[in-house]
């Protein structure tokens, strides 16, 4: 009796035993599989930022910081599932392009004249903001770091509104509404004297001023009577709007780049 109460104790404890790996081993198994799920769509994310914008359209600064970010979740998948050659391939394909980026990037901004460009670009910049902050979080860049990239960031976002305005100018002028166009070319350069604290965008509002200057001779030679007052939908001022009212702490809220 004896021999057979510790052989079922024997048995009990190995089926606990047994239970208890199994239970790590899935738990482990889960684990794994979520770290792998966050990475992949980390690198997802960072892919998509970086073809959401046209070429030249991103400073060299902030495509490198993308790049770095999206070889290192690559590197961690690769430690993570060492038997798949993709992972390899990426940091490979992604290296070779965070070196072939110019080291002064001198070619001009394209300007954007298309709603639809302009509307995914303004929710890429969003990204690219939540971005930023979660790299400051993770002390992957420090505050001042963070402070230039979003000083970029925000050059980036005005100019998306200057475009916004010089579109519907245009498109204003193309339809013999001169003193529409005047109006929107004005809200454009309003814009840009408000943020000329370092004189950087002296020639725009320059060129924007010779313009207006040649559109209000032409409207009275044309006695041209079009409306100019504002509408209280204005896109491209709400958007800018929004964008200086937002700072890092209410970036950190989306965790999409963890």
């Known amino acids: 009796m004896p021999f057979f109460l510790a052989a079922i104790v024997v048995l009990l404890s190995a089926l606990a035993c047994y239970a208890f ?49 999206l070889i290192d979740a690559c590197e961690q998948l690769s430690k993570i599932e060492p038997k798949e050659p993709r992972h390899l391939d990426d940091i490979t394909l992604y290296t070779n392009q965070l070196g072939a980026l110019p080291k002064n990037n001198t070619a001009q901004r394209p300007r954007v004249d298309n709603p639809q460009a302009m509307k995914e670009i303004r929710q890429h910049l969003q990204e690219l903001q939540h971005f930023l902050a979660q790299q400051e979080a993770l002390k992957i860049i420090n505050k001042v770091q963070l402070g230039a990239y979003t000083d970029q960031v925000k050059r ?27 109006h929107y070319f004005s809200l454009a350069k309003k814009l840009l004297i408000a943020e000329n604290a370092t004189r950087v965008y002296d020639k725009q509002i320059a060129q924007l001023d010779d313009i207006t200057n040649k559109l ?8 041209d009577t079009s409306a100019t007052a504002a509408t209280s939908n204005d896109p491209a001022g709400n958007q800018w709007d929004k964008f200086t009212q937002q700072d890092s702490d209410a970036w950190k809220k989306k965790q999409i780049y963890d």
Do not use: W
């Open 21 to 69: 790996i199994s239970q790590s081993i899935e738990k482990k198994r889960i684990q794994k599989q979520r770290i792998l799920m966050t990475l992949k769509t980390k690198q997802r994310n960072l892919i998509h930022l970086i073809n959401g914008f046209p070429a030249n359209f991103l400073t060299g600064e902030l495509l490198s910081l993308i790049y770095r970010a």
């Open 156 to 182: 980036l976002s005005l100019q998306m509104a200057v475009d916004a305005y010089i579109y519907h100018a245009k498109l204003a002028q193309q339809a013999g509404k001169l003193r529409l166009a005047i």
């Open 216 to 223: 209000e001779e032409k409207a009275q030679l044309t006695g």
